[in-house]
């Protein structure tokens, strides 16, 4: 019988907590996928993970078994998952970001799952980094150029894509 430690116990929290940083940036930023989705997707992938070392180490040498077969299948799962939250609404591509912080969020509650600690916690340092100032470096580029083209080009011209959130 397989009996879970305190840190595996550990692993889940952590992996939730993650999550739930980066989905409470999307909640500050107005999006409907957040908090909870976000820490359920972290918790949810380091639960199929250590799910399948603790499998794997209970049945190794009787059954040939890969826990990287269960974190694959996560990440496919997910992008089932991130596919239903993008949508096209007026010509403008809406919830990419968000579906890409999820697929992210996967990674984090994998990592969290390996024991990768470090890693997990960087990775949710760098997702956030990127849901804020590279956030605000690309807005105020976007308005920086929707100005200047305006100023060159006419307000009718679109040379570039726009929209794409």
């Given at each position: 019988m397989l009996?879970?430690?305190?840190?595996v116990?550990?692993?889940?929290?952590?992996?939730?907590?993650?999550?739930?940083?980066i989905?409470?940036?999307?909640?500050?930023?107005?999006?409907?996928a957040?908090?909870?989705?976000?820490?359920?997707?972290a918790m949810?992938?380091c639960?199929?993970?250590?799910t399948g070392?603790?499998v794997?180490?209970?049945y190794?040498?009787i059954?040939?078994?890969?826990?990287?077969?269960?974190a694959a299948?996560?990440?496919?799962?997910?992008?089932?998952?991130g596919?239903?939250l993008?949508?096209?609404?007026?010509?403008?591509?809406?919830?990419?970001?968000?579906?890409?912080?999820l697929?992210?969020?996967?990674?984090?509650?994998?990592?969290?799952g390996f024991g990768?600690?470090?890693?997990?916690?960087?990775?949710?340092?760098l997702?956030?980094?990127?849901?804020?100032?590279v956030?605000?470096?690309?807005?105020?580029l976007?308005?920086?150029?929707?100005?200047?083209?305006?100023a060159?080009?006419?307000?009718?011209?679109?040379h570039?894509d726009?929209?794409?959130?």
């Amino acid at each position: 019988m397989l009996t879970p430690s305190l840190l595996v116990f550990g692993q889940l929290m952590l992996a939730t907590v993650l999550g739930m940083l980066i989905g409470t940036e999307r909640v500050a930023a107005g999006k409907r996928a957040g908090t909870r989705t976000f820490a359920l997707v972290a918790m949810g992938a380091c639960l199929f993970v250590i799910t399948g070392k603790e499998v794997s180490d209970a049945y190794l040498g009787i059954l040939n078994f890969d826990p990287m077969r269960i974190a694959a299948a996560v990440v496919q799962g997910v992008g089932f998952l991130g596919a239903g939250l993008i949508f096209v609404r007026d010509n403008t591509l809406n919830g990419l970001t968000t579906a890409a912080g999820l697929w992210v969020a996967a990674g984090v509650g994998i990592a969290a799952g390996f024991g990768l600690y470090a890693i997990a916690c960087f990775a949710t340092f760098l997702t956030l980094f990127v849901f804020t100032v590279v956030w605000r470096v690309e807005d105020f580029l976007k308005h920086f150029f929707d100005s200047h083209e305006v100023a060159t080009h006419g307000p009718h011209s679109h040379h570039r894509d726009q929209g794409i959130e």
